[in-house]
Each structure stands twice: as C-alpha cells, then as structure tokens.
Nanobody, 125 residues
Framework: QVQLVESGGGSVQAGGSLRLSCLAS????????MGWFRQAPGKEREFVVA????????NYTDSVKGRFTISRDNAKNAVYLQMNSLKPEDTAVYSC??????????????????WGQGTQVSVSS
C-alpha cells in the first residue's frame, strides 16, 4: 500500500496558477501510474489527468488540456500538477492516486488503488 500526501492547494482568482504536489511513500513509486482527480461539491469525482509510470504518456481530460500539466520525479517519489489559467469551474478538492497495480493505468477511479486525502482548490471570478 502506498501513502500519498497532497499539498499546494489554495485560493486564487480566475486566470491565476497553482502547483499541486503529491508525495508518495510505501512502495516502488516508479512502477505505478499516477493520476489526479477532483471532486466539486455535489458532483461526482472527475478524472483530471494521468501519467504513466515512466512519465512518457499522459492523458488529460478535455477541459484542462492546454492549461494543466502533469509531471513526475521518480527520484523524489513525487507527482506534480501545474494548473494555469484557472477558472471558477476548476474549484474542487483535488486528490492524487496511484495505479491499482504496477504499470497499469486508466481514467476511472477503479483503476487506482491508493488515494491521498485531497487538497482544496478554490478559484474566484
């Protein structure tokens, strides 16, 4: 089981930027795909982006393409989410997640086996 801890959330105005970090411990981080999900009040959890174990492949949901960038540093057991041009509709609790098993990834919550506690991102208009 991997433990995940997010940081970097906060409140910004529309058009602003935030960088989320997720630090992992507990197993071989570099073997696992990582993802970011978000959940707004009263809404279902939503896939944002995933990155393959080595970092070569990335899959973004359409609403964040061109604005968000995922990256990872396997030497630091960390994954990052750079969020630019933020919009009020990006407001949510953002959670990072580790793939269900080595080298496996997807875009559904069921494809991920470990989750962080989440960090709040609030964007005002």
């Amino acid at each position: 089981q991997v433990q995940l801890v997010e940081s970097g959330g906060g409140s910004v105005q529309a058009g602003g930027s935030l960088r989320l970090s997720c630090l992992a411990s507990g197993r071989t981080f570099s073997s696992y795909a990582m993802g970011w999900f978000r959940q707004a009040p009263g809404k279902e959890r939503e896939f944002v982006v995933a990155i393959s174990s080595g970092g070569a492949y990335k899959n973004y949901t359409d609403s964040v393409k061109g604005r968000f960038t995922i990256s990872r540093d396997n030497a630091k057991n960390a994954v990052y989410l750079q969020m630019n041009s933020l919009k009020p509709e990006d407001t949510a609790v953002y959670s990072c997640a580790a793939g269900l098993r080595p080298y496996y990834w997807g875009t559904n919550p069921e494809d991920f086996g470990s989750w962080g506690q989440g960090t709040q991102v609030s964007v005002s208009s």
